[in-house]
Nanobody, 122 residues
């Protein structure tokens, strides 16, 4: 059974940094592409960043390019999202997700974590 548990969210100020973690279990972490999504109030969920199954970054939303970094620690089975220079518009619930097929960077997303709240105050 796939489990994804996010942590690291909180209340910060504009310009601050946060590192989100997603602890994964129930699948062979090193073989799967993963990503971070976010959803702000009254907005659709959007893909923020994605990594290939190899761990190489695949995608960043234009709004976070140059400020966010996605990474995988295969030994610990943890997906990270380093968020720097945070802005008020980054306020959202952030969730990690895993694709449904191994070795497939563009497979559909199969499982989601429960999310962690990030609030950026100006």
């Amino acid at each position: 059974q796939v489990q994804l548990i996010e942590s690291g969210g909180g209340l910060v100020h504009t310009g601050d940094s946060l590192r989100l973690s997603c602890a994964a279990s129930g699948f062979t972490f090193s073989n799967y592409a993963m990503g971070w999504f976010r959803q702000a109030p009254a907005k659709d969920r959007e893909l923020v960043a994605a990594t290939r199954w190899t761990g190489v970054s695949l995608f960043y939303a234009d709004s976070v390019k140059g400020r966010f970094t996605i990474s995988k620690d295969n030994e610990k089975s943890i997906l990270y999202l380093q968020m720097d220079s945070l802005k008020s518009e980054d306020t959202a619930v952030y969730s990690c997700a895993v694709r449904d097929s191994p070795y497939h960077d563009y497979a559909p997303v199969d499982s989601w974590g429960q999310g962690t709240q990030v609030t950026v105050s100006s």
